[in-house]
């Protein structure tokens, strides 16, 4: 059966430490993974967005990986803060282009100070 | 300017009551997406819609559920004959055309606040 997992439902570090979110996916192919934020109370927010054929991503902090053969993402989030805790989700995209997206559960990182 | 907007936030009905909720998207967004996420999953496709041809509605969970976009802007999820199960939080997202230049990337989608349904 196709899943998509999440390592745990939640994540406690600290300030300062890097941050890692593992997302692995099984009888998917999927054109791209993208990870979303989500604050309590409101709708998830795009952060990065990585290809099939790309292996990293960077974006300030913040870095992800995309590994189709172990069918693995992994996101980093360097220095976190404790704004940095929040939902974390991943998402696959199974086709290129705009296409409706499958969705883990999320990770609720907690970065205490 | 404006993000995507969803109306009502809150609708508490019986069961049995039919109702209707929109979905305002981002000016410009083709593509239209409604989700539905309880609490503690991520969200979970139900249909989509690129300009006002709904391309796929198989995430729809039975006959009870449908829903329009007729000019390509504004969409309505629409359940009929609601039932305690149907109990959720119902996301809409848009997203810009596919290859948009600047802060968008292809197939990133602008989630809006949320309908938090309660039937009785």
Known sequence: SQKIEQNSEALNIQEGKTATLTCNYTNYSPAYLQWYRQDPGRGPVFLLLIRENEKEKRKERLKVTFDTTLKQSLFHITASQPADSATYLCALGLLSGNTPLVFGKGTRLSVIA | ?120
């Open chain 2, 1 to 120: 300017g404006a993000g995507v907007s969803q109306s009502p936030r809150y609708k508490v009905t019986k069961r049995g009551q039919d109702v209707a909720l929109r979905c305002d998207p981002i000016s410009g967004h083709v593509s239209l997406y409604w989700y539905r996420q309880a609490l503690g999953q991520g969200p979970e496709f139900l249909t989509y819609f690129n300009y006002e041809a709904q391309q796929d509605k198989s995430g729809l969970p039975n006959d009870r559920f449908s829903a329009e976009r007729p000019e390509g802007s504004i969409s309505t999820l629409t359940i009929q004959r609601t039932e305690q199960r149907d109990s959720a939080m119902y996301r809409c997202a848009s997203s810009p055309p596919p290859g948009t230049s600047g802060i968008s990337a292809r197939g990133e989608q602008f989630f809006g606040p949320g309908t938090r349904l309660t039937v009785l």
